[in-house]
């Protein structure tokens, strides 16, 4: 199929898909209001396989140390998948399901699926990691970016973590957990019971980020936006919290993005 824009719609809500672009979603309006950052960079992009940054860009993948592009000196950051061209494999109005393949500099062959339903008033987005040879480490995660402002109030953030992981100098955890700091914040937080984090512009919108990930980024230190990240790890988690794709297990995880009017 064609990897051109993708436009999916359900009531008065609206989101696209750009496939040649990382897989990201390119926008999302309620009512004609575009919740995300716009740009080439932006909207909300999948994090795949690992999410944040790899310290050094060196992770253990079984016995062997593997070396990554450091696209975030001294670090890597955020995985391959946003810097790939994705597939479409089907679509319909509300519904699209586009994939790509892991490829260097990933060391594995694998292959990523995305989902992206769209309802009257959700957005939900799902991605299976898949390998049909040699297991690995991976994560899956979602950036999005979040306007801060709709043209009234700046957006408020309630969310209620079980604890803050505690940042280096180095932006990475120090293995430490504290208990929850005031932002603003470009930290991550554990929950869990899973991911809830709701955005509120007051007299606007309201919108619900959920997810069975039980680790949360947040990053509001940009005046434009605030990005509320549910991941299946934290940061350098190829290293601290490795979870394996096996043949026979693939990685899965989900988010929902919930909203009403105010």
Same mark, same amino acid.
């Given at each position: ?22 897989? !990201? ?20 992009? @999948? ?8 310290? %050094? $860009? ?7 140390? &593997?070396?990554?592009?450091?696209? *975030?000196?001294? =670090?890597?950051? =955020?995985? +391959?998948? &946003?810097? +790939?061209?994705? &597939?479409?494999? &089907?679509?319909?109005?509300?519904? *699209? ?10 060391? =594995?062959?694998? !292959?990523?699926?995305? #989902? ?15 390998? /049909? ?9 979602? %950036? ?6 709709? $043209? ?18 180095? =932006?990475?955890?120090?293995? %430490?957990? #504290?208990?929850?700091?005031?932002? @603003? ?30 680790? #949360?980024?947040? /990053? ?21 919290? @490795?979870?394996? #794709? ?6 899965? *995880? ?5 909203? !009403?009017?105010?």
């Amino acid at each position: 199929m064609s990897d051109e824009e993708i436009t999916l719609t359900a009531g008065d809500a609206e989101a696209t898909v750009q496939p040649g672009n990382g897989g !990201r979603i390119g926008g999302l309006r309620i009512g004609g209001v575009e919740l995300l950052r716009q740009g080439e960079r932006f909207g909300c992009f @999948p994090m795949v396989p690992w999410c944040g940054r790899t310290r %050094h $860009g060196r992770f253990l993948d079984g016995a062997e140390v &593997r070396q990554l592009p450091l696209n *975030a000196p001294p =670090h890597a950051i =955020h995985g +391959t998948v &946003r810097d +790939t061209a994705w &597939r479409t494999a &089907r679509r319909t109005a509300s519904e *699209a399901v586009i994939t790509c393949e892991l490829t260097d500099p990933w060391p =594995h062959p694998g !292959r990523v699926t995305q #989902v992206v339903a769209l309802g009257e008033d959700s957005l939900t987005l799902t991605i299976s990691v898949e390998t /049909y040879e040699s297991s690995f480490p991976a994560q899956i995660g979602w %950036h999005p970016w979040f306007n801060r402002n709709l $043209g009234g109030e700046d957006v408020t953030l309630d969310f209620a973590p079980a604890w803050q992981e505690e940042r280096g100098d180095d =932006h990475l955890p120090t293995g %430490h957990r #504290v208990d929850p700091k005031p932002g @603003p914040w470009d930290d991550c937080f554990g929950m869990p019971g899973g991911v809830e984090a709701t955005l509120t512009w007051p007299g606007q919108l309201e919108l619900t980020v959920s997810s069975r990930a039980e680790w #949360v980024v947040v /990053y509001d230190e940009q005046r434009e936006a605030v990005c509320v990240e549910p991941q299946t790890g934290p940061p350098d988690g190829l290293n601290t919290l @490795p979870r394996l #794709v096996t043949p026979l297990e693939p990685l899965e *995880a989900g988010t929902t993005w919930r909203w !009403r009017r105010l």
